[in-house]
């Protein structure tokens, strides 16, 4: 847990452990397999973690080699419930689930689900690593024919306004909004949101789709977690707990309620959001794993042929290298350059 007093012995083990891996030679590509990537993401969906996971995921499997796409986390997520009773999608603090028996115990749980003969960064194996591990708190870590929720730790979504894929916790939003169809409300970026969310005169319905451009990898820049947008003051004040809000930037694994994120391509680079008006219907099915936004393909062409791509933020240094370099939400938002190219193999350190 985040206020436990062990941290700092923890990080002076783990420096240690990381000298020791280098004499023994025990490097990354010995312990990241595609075995390896199936258990860390059955684990995220049993815990019910964060939809952050996905991009961190896409980037360790493509550094090293590995064509991990988001329909494998869509695939995991059907197989795996959420037995972790801890938020957002339980009622229970990580502090909890710590002294439930932690990963050990979740993963325990998960036995029949994972290849416990992947080597793991202390040299044994998962099944060495999670042997003998036991449950203290049955109401905090659940079993395999007791989950937490019917609906699973994540859902990928595609359709015409994210060709590429988009992300939404479903174990973390009401069940009501998990098929809807509505009005878009449309923020241009994050300071137009906060110059209107507050107002009490804002044209906005409980039904309502909010969309928010230009948060991604690229038109945040570095896609910050505003994905969680706030619900309009104007509809708090009226009991509204939850509604649908589609972005392409991302929401901290502790955020609740019906976020739609990662939406690749995002509207910065021309993807379809940045074609989104306010007024268009968009509809959308989780369970059948769908998002549409109702306009033909005419007019789509046509908005497509009016959009201006905004203009350079950066001209030169980091800035510069990020824009042109940083990959979309479903690639890993990470540097093109730092992924695995099969043609040049890994230079030779003497």
Aim: glycine share 8%.
């Amino acid at each position: 847990p985040a206020p436990d007093a062990n941290h700092s012995r923890m990080s002076a083990m783990t420096g240690r452990r990381i000298v020791d891996m280098v004499w023994e030679d025990l490097t990354p590509q010995k312990i990241i397999s595609p075995q390896a990537i199936d258990n860390a993401i059955k684990v995220h969906m049993a815990m019910g973690g964060s939809t952050n996971a996905m991009v961190h995921l896409v980037a360790l499997a493509r550094r090293a080699g590995i064509d991990l796409t988001l329909d494998r986390f869509d695939e995991l997520s059907r197989e795996v419930p959420v037995i972790a009773n801890v938020r957002p999608s339980g009622k229970y603090l990580m502090e909890d689930f710590f002294y439930a028996g932690g990963l050990r115990a979740l993963m325990g749980q998960l036995k029949p689900m994972l290849d416990l003969d992947c080597l793991t960064v202390n040299g044994k194996t998962v099944g060495d690593n999670i042997s003998g591990a036991k449950i203290h708190l049955p109401e905090v870590i659940h079993t395999l024919n007791d989950p937490i929720s019917t609906e699973p730790a994540c859902g990928i979504l595609r359709g015409n306004l994210a060709p590429r894929g988009c992300v939404i916790k479903p174990s973390a939003v009401e069940k009501r909004l998990l098929k809807h169809r509505g009005p878009a409300f449309v923020f241009e970026d994050y300071n137009h949101m906060a110059s209107l969310i507050d107002r009490d005169d804002l044209d906005v319905t409980p039904d309502h789709v909010l969309v928010l451009k230009n948060a991604g990898p690229k038109g945040g820049p570095g896609m910050p977690e505003w994905g969680m947008l706030p619900i309009p003051t104007k509809l708090v004040k009226q009991g509204v707990r939850d509604m649908l809000r589609v972005s392409d930037a991302r929401m901290s694994g502790t955020s609740y309620g019906a976020c739609i994120l990662h939406v690749a391509p995002e509207s910065y680079v021309g993807g379809p959001l940045a074609f989104v008006k306010t007024g268009d219907m968009i509809e959308v099915d989780v369970p059948g794993r769908k998002i549409h936004l109702d306009i033909s393909d005419e007019e789509m062409a046509k908005r497509k042929a009016a959009w201006k791509a905004p203009a350079p933020r950066y001209e030169r240094g980091y800035g510069a290298m990020f824009s042109e370099h940083i990959g979309q939400a479903d690639q890993g938002c990470d540097f093109d350059f730092l992924q695995v190219n099969a043609r040049v193999p890994e230079p030779e350190i003497h």
